[in-house]
């Protein structure tokens, strides 16, 4: 489906239907899309309102500056406003995690609840992740990798090949054939890319504001997660007033999909828990 949300047609998905909206933030500026959460959080929609949307710049959706942290707010409560969805559950994966914060911080009126996964609040772990791709054994080429953290990609096809590099890194259990098959399949959009390192994450920072956000938060992430660390979350968790904290022991940095089934359990737990009288 598609809506033209402040001036930009935007493609999303929606199970419809009058339960409570669930709508979800996808990663990876650039080369994001919607259609991952939508598949692996379909099994939701028993109980909610499944919305997922490819953002500005991102996936099917068009593209427009500014890719601002600013702008993806504003359109996602664009979207929120436009749809009638009145307050949501939130959920943002990665990069994502980043925009739903930011959310979470001008809107918290609009919110139910907030569910991170692998996320940060701050760009500190990027240096050490720029360590642990060095260190990987993988064959690693420093100056593109460099380039890619930086912004400062040249095409498409080097944005492609830039992620490919670095692929194997994110999930614990490698698959050569899925990879490929992933690679493939996604929508590689370099400026999108290069605004959202070049130009957002260099002042990105929301530590200090964290104990402002006073909505139940629930705080997830893999055990074995290389780019937004285990010690990531642990800081989000302990400076999140109303947070838990789920550790997945056998994921890198997707586990909604490496163990989806205990992934959708423990967001059935924690949504139960808070919204028991609304579900």
Known sequence: MHI???GVNLVYDDSGGEKIPFVTLHG???MGSRKGDWAAFQPLT???RLISYDQRGNGESEGREPYSHEQFVADLEGL???LNL??????GGSYGGFIALEYALRHPENLHALIL?????????????KQRALASGLPMDG???DRL?????TSDEDFRESFAMIQPLYTVRRDPEEEARRLAALPFRYQTHNWAFRRNQPNYDLTARLPEIKVPVLVTVGRHDWITPLEASQELHRLLPNSQLVIFENSGHSPHVEEQERYLQEVRNFLQRHLASQI
């Open 117 to 129: 996964r692998d996320t940060a609040a701050s760009n500190k772990y990027q240096y050490t992740a």
């Open 4 to 6: 033209e949300i402040n």
């Open 46 to 48: 028993d109980t909610f």
């Open 149 to 153: 953290f930086s912004g400062r990609l």
């Open 28 to 30: 990876g500026p650039g």
């Open 86 to 91: 009145g307050r949501i559950v939130l959920l």
């Open 80 to 82: 929120r406003q436009k």
């Open 143 to 145: 100056e593109r990798l």
